[in-house]
């Protein structure tokens, strides 16, 4: 007889989730105008706690950890049992002059095309970093044969890609397409790379092809033979699946009856570490949060705070269930 139990776990697909780890100082500087850190970056406990909110909610039978140098610090000790291990080179290299892109583009530019290139050789859930905190599930599951992927709100009313978490079977055209596009407007040195965020640019690209096989479909109209496109299998969520700009909510709010229903649908948050809005890092909330995580040491101080931060923190190491927070999500 046959060990039915061995062929049903061959057949059923494994829950793959990647991250990309790419520390700022491991980015060459190629500006004048640019200074070395004088100290390495560390894995901080907020990306431990966004580890295992990621573990906790998709359940995943294998997370892999795509790098080009180990992380540094206590924090990554304590999950990297969680992680396998995978060293990678730089996906493109930035030797275009006159310009030059700033580190923090650049390395933006390198997370994301490793996402992009991982998803293609193997699939699963990515994210581009190790700064998202994922609250609960989004409503495709992990096994369908579809790229996900979600808008980023915009103040100028134009299609901005969300690039922290993406969603896709391997070999996916769309994801190949992506990956493509960004290394020729990188070997180009494309000005909209200077002028524009990543999400803007992307956006603009994928509104591009979709608008440009949208045409054609309806010229074809009358051909027999349907045409396959690489939008095939694509979702886009809607702007308010995660929230990107939720950093100054997370340290300022309290858990009260007045925040009720404020992230309606939110599936998570974003932990940004620069504005590339502002070409900063020095805005107020980002200097809070870099303070916090140097003057934060242990676990138990970052779960009491009376803050949503401390509430989600609470929620996602800790076995709490979501009821302190289920006011503010639904």
Known sequence: MKNTSVLDTRRRKIRLVHFVHVALDVVPVEDDG?????????????QFAAVQSIKRVLEPDTMM????????????????????????????????????LNRKKRRRIMQVLIMLRMLK???GVAFSDFNTFLLRRIN?????????????KSNRGTFRMGLHMMQSPPGHPFVEYLERKIVEMVESNDVKLHELELDQVVGQVVLEKYLEEHHRAESGANVTKPRS???DGVVIGT????AFDGLHDLLTAKVE?????????????????????????????????????EELTLASEWKSLDTLLGAVVRLVVTANTSAELEPVFT
């Open 257 to 293: 009856p007045s925040l009720a229903g404020k992230f309606r649908d939110v599936a998570g948050f974003h932990i940004d570490t620069y504005d590339f809005e502002k070409k900063t890092a020095d805005t107020e909330d980002i200097r809070t949060i870099e303070r916090m995580q």
């Open 65 to 100: 950890m795509h790098y080009l140098e180990i992380p540094r610090g206590v924090w990554y000790t304590q999950c990297q049992r969680h992680l396998g291990l995978h060293q990678v080179l730089p996906p493109v290299s930035f030797d275009t002059r006159p310009l030059t």
């Open 121 to 123: 050789k193997h699939g």
């Open 140 to 152: 495709v599951e992990m096994e369908e044969e579809m790229v996900v992927a979600s808008q980023r």
């Open 34 to 46: 640019e200074q070395q850190e004088e100290t390495k970056e560390q894995f901080t406990y907020l």
């Open 239 to 242: 702007s308010n699946l995660f």
């Open 229 to 231: 496109s690489i939008m």
